[in-house]
């Protein structure tokens, strides 16, 4: 399989260097040169697979070339054997026609997990025995952080500095950072917001000689392994609800648009998706490009789903390149047009081709808590704020008889203070993780200066 970039002068890459790439040296991002398709007999034939079996079976064509079928399986075993749940992500029926599916039985509790556990043994599969060292930086407001030191604590040739707010983010999502003390993971809290520290992740990855001293890489999910490793539980999902004989809708919260992508992809490749239902909170940017087609940023305006509080959508650059007809050159020119002015309009081939599949809608924080309300009452299940965002717009589409497959993002202790103000219950954290207050923990200070960062990072290098 070979990938090419979204903005098409970028070089053509083989699964193993788009991985390591990241981002496409033309400022696009890497899809596979052509989607590969599967027959109803051969999604039939995954019913009784494991889960680690379905994904080695979904993923094999995209990392044909690089990875052998017994690999790649293997190293999902790997991967999801670390899941707390036998099932991996597990559907649990709250209604008639609803279904939540549990991403969040990973070790830090949140779906990242399921891409970023997978994606840290690629890197070290492809990095091991080389001469080559990889640096991964990042800047977290919470759950993208402590998915990825997980990730890749401990692994060869591997370091990771993640920055975040110092006091900014919650004490369980710091301590499921600060308390991984491999020696090969560093934590900086910064004297400044979460904006501050993703600009100094931004101007590390500008300057160039930094970058390619230290070879810096990212793992945001621009990131085409991860969103490969997400297509995977679109299929284990509608399989195990009657597919591909009977069409599934999924709902995704959503804020980059990797997760709902890799259903876009699933659908791609063969899976009968009826809808995918792209569900956002009030930063609605999202909703907006896809039912009038104006993609513009406004202000980014809090909530208590904070994964979803974005103004700028990465992932929608691959949609927009592949319902758009791959007009590499077309959508280079469009999207230097919104980094100018932050704002652009969809082309009618862009519209028309996101449109049979994909639907949006923009919920607020009082339908977000009555969907909390709801899942409690109905069906006894305690979810997170930004489950709850998907499940009200799952519950208003107007799918008639099709099953609605709502993806679970978090499991509901990672965000005990919301929950509890939404249904009066306090989650308790996972058995699991339940020692996180007792354990040590380590970070550094470090002023919100490029100068002090940098410093940081030459001097553990
Ligand atoms: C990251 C995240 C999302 C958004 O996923 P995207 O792939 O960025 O659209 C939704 N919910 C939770 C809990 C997340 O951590």
Known sequence: MRYIS???SAPVLDFEGATLAGLAVDGGLYVPESWPRFEADEIAAMAGLSYADTAAAVMAPFVEGCLSREELRALCEQAYG????AAVTPLTQIDHDQWLLELFHGPTLAFKDVALQLL???FERFLTGTDRALTIVGATSGDTGSAAIDAVAGRENIRIFMLHPDGRVSDVQRRQMTTVLSPNVHNLAISGSFDDAQALVKAMFN???FAAQHRLSAVNSINWARLMAQVVYYFYAAVRLGGPGRPVAFSVPTGNFGDVFAGYVAAQMGLPIAKLIVATNVNDILARALTSGDYSSREVIPTPTPSMDIQVSSNFERLLFDAGGRDGKALAAQMAGFEASRAMRLTNAQREGAAGLLVADAVDVDDMTLAMRWAC??????????TAVALAAARRADLGRTPVVTLATAHPAK???AVERATGRRPALPSRVGDLFDREERYDRVPATFEAVTAYIDARS
Do not use: K, N, Q, V
């Open 207 to 209: 300057d160039r000689p």
């Open 82 to 85: 670390r899941f707390s749940h």
């Open 120 to 122: 840290g043994l690629l």
């Open 377 to 386: 009452e109905a069906s006894g299940e305690t979810i997170d704020p930004h």
């Open 415 to 417: 965000f005990r203070d």
């Open 6 to 8: 979204t903005r098409g």
